[in-house]
């Protein structure tokens, strides 16, 4: 029997919110890689934060281990039971790798789980798995329903600046129907694969981190959206193609960067997220004053807006 997970009001994001870096994102190995199945609100996640250039997370082979959050010049190592010593032992063997913190904290304090399901918009968000859902309108031809399961990388749908994109994809899809979509940081791919549901028959999805990637993937699949999206590890800035639609749910930082290198006027459609409305008022003058705000949400404090450019 699959125990479903928590459900509450707020995402902890470590980007976001000032928490550990180790809250964004990450990946359980096997057996753990359907994680919902084993990890629960209560469970104990063992976190060690080790300074240096890891080349291989795939060589750790240490009891429980989960996954590494890179964030250079930091590793976010996950656990599911305390290996100080094991990790000790595995770091005198490696070069350059020193640990350098350690945390410990409740899965259920720091990711969110959609339990049975969340709606914005036409979309519904379901756990990836439904058989403990109970009765479920999924034959509604009217909603696009979204099977998530983020384990621990960020985009399970309920933080507002998930669900403000979502609702931005919701409502800009009622009014045009665009071809192709790229979704830099797309986490656990859920604005990817909202764009494909839709509609849109080309979707590339970067992420930075190769772990969101593989999580990415596994819900691209377990959408059958594999056809039309296409998940790339990488840093979608730099090599960015042209699309119809772009969407960025980014921090502040990758954000300026987006906006140095890209011009947003190049693309007929850009929903932009992931800063509190305030911070985004003091950078709001670095898009191009002739781009047209189209809609805006701010949902918490957290502001989504979808820009028009190009006709
Ligand atoms: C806030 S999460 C957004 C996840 C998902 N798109 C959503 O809306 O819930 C940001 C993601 O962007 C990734 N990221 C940050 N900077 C990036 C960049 N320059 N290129 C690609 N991915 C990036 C992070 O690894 C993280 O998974």
Not at 31 to 57: H, M
Not at 221 to 233: A, Q
Request: hydrophobic fraction near 35%.
């Amino acid at each position: 029997m699959v125990e479903i997970l928590f459900t509450g009001d707020d995402l902890a994001l470590g980007a976001f919110a000032g928490m550990p870096p180790v809250q964004a994102t990450a990946r359980w190995r096997q057996p753990y890689r359907e994680s919902s199945e084993v990890i629960q609100q209560s469970t104990k996640l063992y976190i060690y934060e080790v300074k240096g250039f890891i080349k291989d997370c795939r060589s750790i082979k240490i009891r429980g281990y989960l996954g590494n959050w890179p964030e250079p010049p930091y590793n976010y190592l996950f656990f599911l039971e305390p290996v100080k010593d094991d990790l000790r032992d595995w770091l005198s063997k490696q070069e350059n790798l020193e640990l350098t913190n350690e945390f410990s904290i409740d899965y259920g304090d720091w990711q969110q789980v959609v339990r049975r399901k969340h709606r914005v918009g036409r979309f519904v968000i379901l756990p990836g798995f439904t058989e403990s859902l109970g009765p479920c309108d999924l034959d509604d031809e009217s909603l696009v329903y979204l099977y998530i399961t983020p384990c621990l990388v960020f985009g399970s749908g309920l933080h507002p600046t998930t669900s403000g994109c979502l609702a931005a994809i919701d409502h800009l899809y009622s009014v045009d129907a665009p071809e192709t979509a790229t979704d830099i940081g797309t986490g656990t791919g859920i604005l990817a694969i909202a764009c494909a549901k839709c509609g849109t028959k080309n979707v590339v999805a970067y992420d930075i981190n190769p772990l969101a990637v593989e999580c990415a993937k596994d819900n691209v699949r377990r959408n059958k959206v594999n056809d039309t999206v296409t998940v790339k590890e990488g840093d979608g800035i730099s090599n960015l193609e042209r699309s119809e639609l772009l969407c960025f749910n980014l921090d502040e930082k990758s954000f300026r960067r987006l906006i140095e290198r890209i011009d947003l006027r190049e693309f007929r459609w850009s929903i932009i997220s992931g800063m509190l409305e305030k911070r985004f008022e003091r950078i709001a003058h670095l898009l191009p004053s002739d781009l047209k705000i189209w809609w805006k949400q701010v949902n918490k404090g957290w502001i989504t807006i979808c820009v028009q450019g190009q006709e």
